[in-house]
T-cell receptor, first 113, second 115 residues
Framework: DGGITQSPKYLFRKEGQNVTLSCEQNLNHDAMYWYRQDPGQGLRLIYYSQIVNDFQKGDIAEGYSVSREKKESFPLTVTSAQKNPTAFYLC????????????FGDGTRLSIL | AQSVTQLDSQVPVFEEAPVELRCNYSSSVSVYLFWYVQYPNQGLQLLLKYLSGSTLVKGINGFEAEFNKSQTSFHLRKPSVHISDTAEYFCAVSEPPSGNTPLVFGKGTRLSVIA
């Protein structure tokens, strides 16, 4: 079945440590997105990529980095510069065409040790 | 910049009663509108979308939404809810052309269905 796979489901970070969240899709979608979800805050955009080897900052990019070396993959690194990383992280993708909805993975919950 | 307001953060409702979850958006130009549902510890699933045409849109699980351009609203309704509808619901908007542009989400409405 086609879909988006996020791993791991749960992740713990120590102080000063960088961690990387994986997002893989087999939907042949061009665009991929990373959102952060905090209780009562909805989804806030971290980074997005519309094509391989290109990405743009979202509303809350500080303390995060991404890469898009392959169409299928869009990993997110939470760096030590992100002082409040505890959140639920969601990856999404969509294809070309007007009004294409975004498809979401099942998320990664990141916590601080 | 676009913004989306979901007017109720929590909505409790008895099983088999009707429900309406309200959503207003800020743009005065043409928009695409979406409703998503999120069950605990899962990603978002698309319920329905409005791109153009008929203002009444039917989605999955018996939900429907009505686009009202003059009121810039896109309220979600269900005539009779079930316990399994307990979840968080998000309204989202994008501006055409929106093939590959990010959505702007509301803060969500938590629907609790009471037996």
């Amino acid at each position: 079945d086609g879909g988006i796979t996020q791993s791991p489901k749960y992740l713990f970070r120590k102080e000063g440590q960088n961690v990387t969240l994986s997002c893989e899709q087999n939907l042949n979608h061009d665009a991929m997105y990373w959102y952060r979800q905090d209780p009562g805050q909805g989804l806030r955009l971290i980074y997005y990529s519309q094509i391989v080897n290109d990405f743009q900052k979202g509303d809350i990019a500080e303390g995060y980095s991404v890469s898009r070396e392959k169409k299928e993959s869009f990993p997110l690194t939470v760096t030590s510069a992100q002082k409040n990383p505890t959140a639920f992280y969601l990856c999404a993708s969509n294809g070309r065409g007007l009004g294409q909805p975004q498809h979401f993975g099942d998320g990664t919950r990141l916590s601080i040790l | 910049a676009q913004s989306v307001t979901q007017l109720d953060s929590q909505v409790p409702v008895f099983e088999e009663a009707p429900v309406e979850l309200r959503c207003n958006y800020s743009s005065s130009v043409s928009v695409y509108l979406f409703w998503y549902v999120q069950y605990p510890n899962q990603g978002l699933q698309l319920l329905l979308k409005y791109l153009s045409g008929s203002t009444l849109v039917k989605g999955i699980n018996g939900f429907e939404a009505e686009f009202n351009k003059s009121q810039t609203s896109f309220h979600l309704r269900k005539p009779s809810v079930h316990i399994s509808d307990t979840a968080e619901y998000f309204c989202a908007v994008s501006e055409p052309p929106s093939g590959n542009t990010p959505l702007v989400f509301g803060k969500g409405t938590r629907l609790s269905v009471i037996a």
